[in-house]
């Protein structure tokens, strides 16, 4: 059975400062998601992670994928007001049927930037 | 712009009541979810169909059953809603093929008194 892990579950920061949100995964998997969920508002995507040693970035946060270590990272970059949010990793669970992937969520990293 | 519309923002509904949940899809996904989401447990999946006329189930189909008559349309149904069934409901949609990230609707809160 897939699991899918985040830490930290609650981060508060200052703007300006670095922090990095963690994701771990039980199974072997090549795809990996970020999505983003703003109060009150729906998941908006992030960040599609394909390979090992996938890293990619937009604006303040870089995402990155270590399928050996079953391990995908966050990383943000002086935070700002604006990235307060719920940050959510995904991982594909598997093919099923015809062309579907099942993704199973973490349950989800609530981000409080401060000024 | 991609749109996924789910028919409702907020419902209550009374123990034992029928329920239907509504999503429509105009990007002609092949693949559409649902989810729900609960405080400390994240998103977990209900149900999913990556065709017409087809489902799986996910990860906790109890007490749920879905159709998908038409390809933009994907029916969340709860037979005898109850109060454990009291969530917010998020239905999703994606393309067939690699790289398929999802499109979600924005949510129904439901709940059941």
């Known amino acids: 059975e897939l699991k899918v892990e985040q830490n930290p579950l609650f981060l508060s920061m200052q703007e300006g400062k670095n922090y990095t949100i963690y994701c771990n995964y039980s199974?072997?998997?090549?795809?990996l998601y970020w999505y983003r969920q703003d109060p009150g508002k729906s998941l908006e995507s992030l960040f599609v992670l394909l390979s090992n040693g996938a890293v990619k970035q937009e604006g303040r946060l870089m995402a990155s994928l270590d399928t050996k270590a079953r391990l995908s990272t966050l990383h943000i970059t002086a935070a700002v007001h604006d990235l307060s949010a719920t940050y959510f990793c995904a991982v594909e669970g598997g093919k099923s049927g015809g062309s579907n992937y099942k993704l199973t969520f973490g349950k989800g990293t609530l981000l409080t930037v401060n000024p | 712009d991609v749109k996924v519309t789910q028919s409702s923002r907020y419902l209550v509904k009374r123990t034992g009541e029928k329920v239907f949940l509504e999503c429509v899809q105009d990007m002609d996904h092949e693949n559409m979810f649902w989810y729900r989401q609960d405080p400390g447990l994240g998103l977990r999946l209900i149900y999913f169909s990556y065709d017409v006329k087809m489902k799986e189930k996910g990860d906790i189909p109890e007490g749920y059953s879905v159709s998908r008559e038409k390809k933009e349309r994907f029916s969340l149904i709860l037979e005898s809603a109850s109060t454990n069934q009291t969530s917010m409901y998020l239905c999703?949609?994606?393309?067939?093929?690699?790289?398929?990230?999802?499109?979600f609707g924005s949510g129904t809160q439901l709940s059941v008194l």
């Open positions: 999703a949609s994606s393309e067939a093929g690699a790289n398929e990230k999802l499109f």
């Open positions: 199974t072997t998997s090549d795809r």
